[in-house]
């Protein structure tokens, strides 16, 4: 084979993962985590701007796909990781934090307001005090959190990390207690959880932001009108952008 044969091969053999980087670099890739009833799909459902109420208080057994394409070609890719159902579940957080890692994570909280769910096979509606809830969400992130920090000391770039406040509607006037609570450094239960995975991965290495967001808007009148549940939404996607270069 002529040396401009063997040049031009390797060319060609290079170009998928070269397109790969671009579509990555224009299209990052997000996992969406958090216990069952936190609003996972709701959540991302308004973001990729497909949102179908009727399935707002419907869980997935599956990891769920959404793409949110903006001007310029830009968008993100995400993928919700489905918060019950063991095996499913550990075998989503496996795929996206070890054998094909994402760039972000949106990991999804709700101040103790997860809609409860009954175990698959059971009927009937299901009861859990907030304390309750706020121990089942910190079980969750604790797990969660160790396969952030393995997928973070193996990446040779920064992560970022945005905790996702959810049901915002229900606590709209105390919305800074709330992100102060989840925040590093902040003293609470799950700021100790955050502070840990930050000194496993290195603080340099991790980006961490909190936000709050309500996805479910009500009236003018309302705790949490749609204006301002619009202006939550907007300020998580423009974090989001500002994170992944976009802006």
Do not use: C
Not at 5 to 28: D, F, K, Q, T
Not at 65 to 74: A, E, F, H, I, V
Not at 134 to 150: G, K, V, Y
């Amino acid at each position: 084979m002529s040396r401009s044969s063997e040049s031009l091969r390797r060319r060609l053999a290079a170009m998928p993962e070269r397109i790969g980087h671009a579509a990555r670099g224009r299209y990052p890739v997000v996992a969406v985590t958090g216990m069952t009833g936190v609003g996972k799909t709701q959540l991302t459902d308004r973001l990729a701007g497909s949102a179908d109420e009727a399935a707002a208080d419907v869980g997935s057994a599956v990891m769920e796909k959404r793409t949110r394409r903006s001007s310029g070609l830009r968008g993100f890719r995400f993928r919700v990781v489905p918060g019950d159902n063991a095996a499913t579940r550990l075998g989503a957080l496996d795929e996206v934090f070890h054998d094909d890692p994402v760039d972000g994570v949106l990991p999804v909280v709700a101040n103790g307001h997860a809609t409860a769910r009954r175990a698959a096979g059971t009927s009937g509606a299901a009861e859990a005090s907030r304390e309750e809830q706020l121990a089942a969400e910190l079980e969750d992130w604790s797990i969660t959190s160790h396969r952030i920090a393995s997928m973070a000391v193996r990446r040779d770039r920064p992560i970022w990390l945005v905790i996702v406040v959810t049901k915002a509607d229900l606590f709209a006037d105390e919305l800074a207690d709330v992100v102060h609570y989840y925040s590093p450094g902040s003293g609470s239960p799950f700021a100790d959880k955050v502070d840990e995975l930050r000194a496993l991965a290195g603080g340099a290495r991790l980006s961490v932001d909190v936000l709050a967001v309500s996805t479910l808007p009500g009236d003018r009148k309302s705790a949490m009108p749609a204006k301002r549940s619009t202006q939550l939404l907007d300020a998580l996607a423009t974090r989001l952008e500002q994170l992944s270069g976009h802006r």
